[in-house]
């Protein structure tokens, strides 16, 4: 089955500064990869998402890339802000069929300092 | 639009005692996901219903794990009976369709003492 590894565990930088986070995941079939943003005790919220037949994706200071070959995606956060503080979780999904499921990575817990 | 929404947020139950969480999707939404986070580790899957079928239940730990749906709109998950290693935040999901967006309910804590 999937599996999806995600790196760092823990992130800190400073405010202002960019944070990327990347993840792999093994099954080649897998063709969306969700991005979620995880408030202390509050709901894993949806942030961006690619889809296999794009290879990057913008939206204001957040983009996600993907490389198929590779097997890999990674979140770029650029100027980040204290409100950016939160767990970061990457996702595998083969999107529909029995495997609508998604896999996830353990998370990233990102620090923005002041 | 209302979001996914479950029930209770916070529960503490015994040891061997049983507990049921409700998750009432997004109005419209065919596709029913429960995911659970034990212990701080990766959100895990459990099982997806599409109406009141499972799809797929491939993730459920055991059979003292029980999910419905029936008349294929809310769904409960009932622990029976409750081991300490149950504990954790037990999220559901719902999306529209096969491959879309998939939003989050804010889960249930489970705590098993």
């Known amino acids: 089955g999937e599996n999806v590894e995600q790196h760092p565990s823990t992130l800190s930088v400073q405010e202002g500064d960019s944070a990327v986070i990347k993840c792999t995941y093994s099954?080649?079939?897998?063709?969306?990869f969700p991005w979620y943003k995880q408030e202390l005790g509050k709901r894993p919220q949806l942030i961006i998402d690619?889809?296999?037949?794009?290879g990057e994706k913008k939206d204001q200071r957040i983009a996600v890339t993907l490389n198929k070959t590779a097997k890999h995606f990674s979140l770029h956060i650029t100027e980040t802000q204290p409100e950016d503080s939160a767990v970061y979780f990457c996702?595998?999904?083969?999107?529909?069929?029995?495997?609508?499921?998604?896999?996830f990575g353990k998370g990233t817990k990102l620090s923005v300092k002041p | 639009e209302a979001g996914v929404t479950q029930f209770p947020s916070h529960s503490v139950i015994e040891k061997g005692q049983t507990v049921t969480l409700r998750c009432d999707p997004i109005?419209?939404?065919?596709?029913l996901y429960w995911y659970r986070r034990v212990m701080g580790k990766e959100i895990k899957f459990l099982l997806h219903?599409?109406?009141?079928?499972?799809?797929?239940e491939s993730g459920m730990p055991n059979n003292r794990f029980l999910a419905e749906r029936t008349g294929g709109t809310y769904s409960t998950l009932k622990v029976q009976p409750a081991e300490l290693e149950d504990s954790g935040v037990y999220f559901c999901?719902?999306?529209?369709?096969?491959?879309?967006?998939?939003?989050f309910g804010e889960g249930s804590w489970l705590t098993v003492v």
């Open positions: 999901a719902s999306s529209q369709d096969f491959g879309g967006t998939i939003y």
């Open positions: 099954d080649s079939a897998s063709n969306y």
């Open positions: 690619i889809r296999s037949n794009v």
């Open positions: 996702a595998a999904s083969k999107g529909g069929g029995s495997q609508g499921n998604l896999i």
């Open positions: 109005s419209g939404h065919d596709n």
């Open positions: 219903f599409v109406k009141e079928s499972k799809q797929d």
